[in-house]
């Protein structure tokens, strides 16, 4: 059975705090989740009767609200409110999937290229390593330091 947050509430509230005895209107409406729209969402529903009069007007459980176990209906919307949660937080994982395979796409598009400058950077420090071990033998035949031979020659001791 479906019902509203409102109306499940209201009848909560009727059986824990009545036990199913009829009541006053008047006492219904002193309920903080008193609402016009859950109380009539409760009569159609055939969970409650409702007999106004001039003098009096009294509100009872029918046998079909008495059998409602409003923790179970509240129990199965929170589980309700959790699958669309998790369904919700699964279509984003599926977008974000698709999203890292457009990016991996665009990187085997452009693995030759980065190959290429990865071979180019390993050629450069090839040839650096071999000018600094020339620039060190180079100190040792003038019996001075590698960074005085630096200087001589204007190079920068970060290159």
């Known amino acids: 059975m479906e019902l509203s947050d409102g109306s499940l509430s209201l009848l909560d509230n009727l059986k824990s705090t009545y036990h199913g005895r009829p009541i006053s209107l008047a006492e219904i409406q002193n309920l903080k989740n008193y609402t016009e729209n859950s109380l009539n969402e409760l009569k159609e529903k055939d969970?409650?009767?409702i007999i106004i009069k001039e003098e009096y007007q009294v509100i009872w459980l029918t046998p079909k609200g008495i059998d409602i176990n409003v923790q179970e209906l509240l129990k199965k919307k929170e589980e309700e409110q959790e699958k669309i949660k998790i369904n919700a937080e699964i279509e984003?994982?599926?977008?974000k999937l698709l999203d890292m395979?457009?990016?991996?796409?665009?990187?085997e598009e452009y693995l030759p290229e980065y190959e290429e400058y990865i071979n180019l950077l390993h050629n450069y420090?090839?040839?650096k390593d071999a000018g600094q071990i020339l620039m060190?033998?180079?100190?040792?035949?003038?019996?001075?330091?590698?960074?005085s031979i630096y200087?001589?020659?204007?190079?920068?001791l970060e290159d």
């Open 47 to 49: 969970i409650i009767n």
């Open 92 to 95: 984003e994982l599926k977008q």
């Open 101 to 107: 395979g457009e990016i991996d796409k665009n990187y």
């Open 125 to 127: 420090n090839e040839v």
């Open 136 to 147: 060190g033998r180079l100190a040792e035949l003038e019996g001075t330091t590698t960074k």
């Open 151 to 156: 200087s001589e020659y204007n190079m920068d």
